[in-house]
């Protein structure tokens, strides 16, 4: 009888524990940090940023971040960023199990961002794009309501989990990302943002630990 061969990423003597087997998943390991690693990285990322006045409205000065995503260093670097903010301002004890990154730039570097940090990653998405049983929650916007939804199987009862987007304007569509996690039993760590709009005082709606990893307007 020929014998049945089967494929495997370990030798045949080393069967990994499920620590290990989780820990393939990740990003290749990162050097230890050092005092000067994160505003280092801050400062070229900023740099990155373009500005284009009047958009989307008269009296807004629109960041840009999508040349960080055309450039594989810069990426690199906003998720190494990311991942040192959160160290900083959450620590060890209160590294999530779930990044929920909403709909849609925050879906540009959450996932990436969960893979560093070993957590699961989950999508909040306008109303009607998600399949299956969902939770809803409505926010205010300029021209009237809008809805973000969630699978209801997405977050198990008290997994921490962080809440990130691109820039915090309003606060109404990350206050519904919070109530989301909260109806499926969720510990709301915090929310982290890229940037932050002083100005529109979205900070004043939300009820979790704030942070923005570049400075804000």
């Excluded at 495997?8 to 080393?14: L, R, T």
């Excluded at 505003?39 to 006045?53: A, C, E, V, Y």
């Excluded at 960023?81 to 004890?93: D, F, V």
């Excluded at 969902?134 to 198990?156: H, L, M, P, S, W």
Aim: hydrophobic share 40%; net charge neutral.
């Amino acid at each position: 009888m020929n014998p049945i061969l089967t494929s495997s990423p370990y030798p045949a003597k080393f069967k990994p524990d499920a620590t290990t087997a989780a820990q393939d998943l990740r990003f290749p390991p990162t050097p230890p940090t050092t005092s000067s690693e994160l505003p280092g990285l801050k400062i070229r990322l900023h740099k990155s940023l373009r500005q284009f006045p009047d958009f989307p409205s008269k009296g807004i000065l629109f960041e840009d971040i999508l040349p960080i995503f055309a450039d594989a260093h810069l990426h690199q670097d906003l998720i190494r960023a990311l991942e040192l903010h959160i160290e900083e301002h959450y620590g060890r004890a209160e590294r999530p199990d779930v990044i929920v990154g909403l709909e849609a730039r925050g879906f540009l570097f959450a996932p990436s961002l969960a893979l560093r940090l070993g957590a699961g990653f989950v999508p909040v998405r306008k109303r009607g794009k998600l399949p299956g049983p969902t939770e809803t929650a409505g926010y205010e916007k300029e021209y009237g309501t809008d809805f973000f939804q969630i699978q209801v199987d997405a977050i198990r009862p008290g997994q921490k989990v962080l809440i990130v987007d691109d820039i915090i304007a309003t606060g109404g569509s990350a206050a519904a990302a919070g109530s989301l996690v909260r109806k499926l039993g969720g510990s709301l760590v915090g929310y982290v943002f890229i940037l932050e709009l002083d100005f529109l005082k979205g900070r004043e709606k939300l009820d979790a630990n704030i942070s923005t990893l570049l400075s804000s307007q």
